[in-house]
């Protein structure tokens, strides 16, 4: 007889286990020669040598389809041990546009040409800037390939940023504590997540740190290593705020930089510090920059007509 303990490492073992550990009773039914022990996020197993390893590669497949698909349910486990189930039945590793599985099985993929060029382009390079107008999917990809490096465990943390300007708004008449008044500006950031990552586990990865989202301000100071940092809105941070930005990069850093240069809020006497950069760090090596269009367009189909009636008219 042997024995071995296996820890469970996901953010909500009782997703796996099933309530009342109703996944485990069908685990003992298929290993019926093997005590299967479940301790808060730790499997005791007592049995066969060859058995133990059947159970760790049938675990092993139903943590990967739940890390995929983000949930899991009994039949899925059913259809995995019978070997019914592929792990890559939806066909991403052979479709490089699929970044991931979200909630409830969503598909979070580069719907565009210039949103695969934005994906390709992180791969293969440690900074990108993605530039366009409004409804180009520049943020959602970008949180994507985030979300994506996180689970593949190709970065240890994200941090999202955004400059939190005015857009005619006035912050100081917000109601609530600082968190309160920028929150809204953070809002589009969420959201994506929310489709990424399950509730939970998305809220205990921003309790943990895993998941920072804060203002730009926030990142004066800082050395951001092993980490997928994104700077959304970046038209509307200042030359110096910029600089500053693109300089926290440390070791094993992925960042991308997304923006419209056509919607910048700062006052008409600064600069945008998107517009800079792009005017002085094109020709670095490493660095990136795709332009998307209203081609890249993925809302209502007027939005595009909309930004197309826009650019061609005189500025107010």
């Given amino acids: 007889m042997a024995e071995k303990e296996i820890i469970v490492d996901v953010f909500n073992p009782i997703e796996i286990f099933g309530v009342n550990d109703a996944h485990v009773e069908i685990l003992r039914k298929h290993f019926p020669k093997l005590k299967i022990i479940v301790r808060g996020e730790n499997i005791k197993l007592i049995g066969d040598d060859e058995e133990i390893v059947n159970f760790e ?12 698909f983000g949930n ?34 969503l598909i979070i993929k580069a719907k565009t040409p210039n ?30 390939c985030a979300v994506k490096a996180l689970k593949n465990k190709e970065v240890r943390r994200i941090v999202l940023t955004r400059p939190a300007v005015e857009a005619g708004e006035n912050l100081g008449f917000l109601p609530g504590d600082l968190k309160d008044k920028l929150d809204p500006y953070l809002q589009p950031l969420y959201d994506a997540l929310w489709d990424m990552l399950p509730a939970q586990k998305l809220d205990g990865y921003i309790e943990d740190g895993i998941i920072e989202i804060a203002p730009l301000a926030f990142m004066r100071g800082r050395t ?6 994104i700077l959304d809105e970046g038209q509307n ?24 240069i056509t919607q910048v809020d700062l006052p008409r006497n600064q600069k945008s510090g998107l517009i800079h950069s792009l005017e002085i760090l094109k020709d670095i090596d490493g660095l990136d920059i795709i332009m998307l269009d209203e081609r890249d367009v993925i809302r209502h189909r007027l939005v595009s007509k909309i930004i197309n009636a826009y650019s061609k008219a005189e500025p107010v």
Avoid at 224 to 229: E, S
């Fill in 57 to 68: 590669n049938k675990l092993g497949d139903i943590i990967k389809y739940y890390d995929k």
């Fill in 72 to 105: 899991i349910s009994a039949e899925n486990i059913t259809d995995i041990l019978d070997n019914i189930k592929d792990i890559g039945d939806a066909g991403s590793e052979n479709n490089p546009s699929i970044l991931l599985h979200g909630r409830n099985g």
């Fill in 115 to 144: 949103q695969v060029k934005m994906v390709e382009s992180i791969t293969k390079n440690d900074m990108l800037f993605a530039v366009g107008p409004a409804g180009t999917g520049k943020t959602y990809t970008a949180v994507g």
């Fill in 224 to 229: 951001l290593d092993n980490a997928f940092v």
């Fill in 237 to 260: 941070a200042t030359i110096n705020q910029m600089k500053m930005f693109l300089t926290r990069m440390g070791k094993n850093a992925k960042f991308i930089i997304t923006g419209d």
